[in-house]
């Protein structure tokens, strides 16, 4: 009896045991884990690629503020002198203005 009840009890682990996945279960487990990491890693890439752009985007915005904002005060730090005369030359695509300064001259006594 005892060799018997021996004997199931093995026979019961070996089924156990056989019944586990196959290596064609394994196998496919492990691909759709590979899968699903590759899936998450184009999406970073991609989340990454747009938040690039964004920053790219706010940053040519800052750019062109600041220009704008340095002209502003370039041109209120240069103000025209009295009595000045400004001449725009414009030579193919390119504007340049020239201002020229008034000089104040004082008579020659008289002798």
Do not use: F, N, R, Y
């Not at 089924?15 to 279960?25: H, L």
């Not at 492990?30 to 985007?57: G, L, N, Y």
Request: glycine fraction near 4%; include cysteine.
């Amino acid at each position: 009896m005892k060799k018997l009840l021996s004997l199931l009890v093995i026979a019961g682990m070996v089924a156990i045991v056989a019944c586990g996945p196959s290596a064609q279960e394994k196998a496919a487990k492990e691909k759709a884990k590979q899968d699903s990491i590759a899936k998450v890693q184009k999406e970073q890439a991609t989340q990454d690629s747009i938040a690039k752009v964004q920053q790219a985007k706010q940053d040519s915005i800052a750019k062109v503020q600041k220009a704008k904002e340095d002209s502003i005060a370039a041109a209120a730090a240069k103000k025209p002198v009295k009595g000045a005369k400004t001449t725009k030359t414009t030579t193919g695509t390119k504007t340049t203005k020239t201002t020229t300064t008034a000089t104040k001259t004082t008579p020659k006594p008289k002798k």
